[in-house]
């Protein structure tokens, strides 16, 4: 069991999701007073999003994680305007969210190519400054990493998300009975004949608290925030964490999870969600699906079965219940085909979205000006 727990450790520290770094732009240049020559601008400090890049290994090349820019040139009786000092880039995954110390976020990156410049170089000497330059900014800041996905697992521990992922997709993560199997987040592509792919991240399981950072809490938490849906998973028979915690029915577990998710942010239950009901090759799996299936459609009439304050405030709709066994195989290509058509449904509806409210901007544009009220001097009229 000790080498098993260090081994996880070792796993765990290799995945980086946060970073601070401390960055400084560069200074300006000297100006030249007896000529007007101005001193060249201060380089700048940007993070870039570029492929094929993890935190980790920004954290490897520069263990000192620190960034300055280049300072720009002074102004010389051959140069009269200084050239400016080099821009130090800092190469960065797609997902990240740049905040300072006091947790004001300055900008994400999105897509590759995408960049938020850190640190501004100081401005050269000039007129205006005596020809003085000035320093060039200087902070420490965040890079926090949340993985851009389709869809996001969300599950208790032992609830078979690594197994699932393994079975639809060609992720390979670490499955094993103890609770935190996965330490680290998992991105598998679910590939289709025509190569469509859709991604699923396999993320470390909720427990109970999750919003308050109990167990993985956040770093699981901020990583959903990127997923395009949610596919909740739970084990048809429940689950019980530890000897010393409650058993969890599937209804029960549907429901602390989504009260979870509320907690942390409400803004994520108005993801889309399917509910995957797993390991339906266990003895009265069935009987346990009809009891699970007339609990989600009578959701209010079963409140009395969670604690008191893990009461969801609003009860989530699924677009999908699938009944899967991920060991067995049953009902995976049911649900590959209906993660596919969930994710087109959304493209289409937010297009739909789009050309509506295009179409309204245009109408108000070309809407014609009512003409004014009252008698057409010229004209004759018939009573």
């Known amino acids: 069991m000790v080498w098993l727990s260090r081994c996880c450790f070792r796993k765990h520290a290799n995945f980086v999701d946060h970073l601070r770094v401390y960055v400084k732009g560069g200074s300006g240049g000297m100006g030249l ?11 700048d ?16 090349r520069h263990p000192e994680k ?6 720009g040139d002074n102004s010389t009786v051959r140069a009269l305007k200084g050239k400016k000092g080099s821009d130090c880039e800092i190469l960065a995954p797609p997902g990240i969210t740049v905040t300072n110390d006091n947790g004001k976020v300055l900008g994400m990156l999105n897509a590759v190519g995408d960049k938020v410049r850190l640190a501004r170089g100081g401005q050269g000497g000039a007129f205006h400054s005596d020809f003085l330059p000035s320093k060039g900014q200087v902070r420490h800041v965040r890079l926090d990493l949340k993985l851009i996905a389709d869809l996001g697992l969300v599950g208790f521990p032992n609830a078979g998300k690594s197994t699932l992922l393994s079975a639809i997709s060609h992720a390979k993560p670490e ?6 199997t996965t330490l680290k987040p998992e991105i598998g592509k679910v590939m289709y004949d025509d190569h469509k792919q859709v991604s699923v991240a396999d993320l470390p399981g909720l427990i109970e608290g999750a919003h308050m950072n109990r167990g993985m809490g956040h770093k699981f938490l901020k990583h959903v925030e990127r997923t395009k849906q949610l596919l909740f998973v739970v084990d048809v028979c429940g689950f019980q964490l530890a000897s010393n915690t409650p058993f969890r029915s599937a209804f029960q577990a549907v429901q602390l999870l989504t009260k979870e998710l509320e907690l942390y942010n409400e803004e994520l239950l108005s993801k889309p969600a399917i509910l995957v009901v797993n390991k339906m090759d266990l003895p009265e799996a069935g009987e346990k699906l009809d009891e699970l299936t007339h609990q989600l459609e009578n959701q209010e009439d079963f409140c009395h079965l969670l604690p008191e304050d893990m009461v969801p405030s609003h009860f989530l709709s699924f677009r999908h219940t699938v009944p899967v066994s991920a060991s067995t195989g049953c009902g995976l290509s049911l649900l590959q085909q209906l993660l596919r ?8 509806e937010a297009t739909e979205r789009q050309r509506h409210h295009k179409l309204c901007e245009l109408r108000k544009a070309v809407r014609p000006t009512p003409n004014p009220v009252g008698p057409k001097w010229g004209l004759s009229y018939q009573a």
């Open 45 to 60: 400090v940007w993070v870039v999003a570029s492929k094929d890049l993890t935190l980790k290994s920004i954290k490897d």
């Open 33 to 43: 007073p007896r000529l007007g020559g101005q001193g060249g601008d201060g380089g």
């Open 341 to 348: 058509q969930s994710l087109e449904e959304q493209d289409a």
């Open 66 to 71: 620190r960034f300055m820019a280049g300072v």
């Open 175 to 180: 499955i094993g009975s103890y609770p935190f």
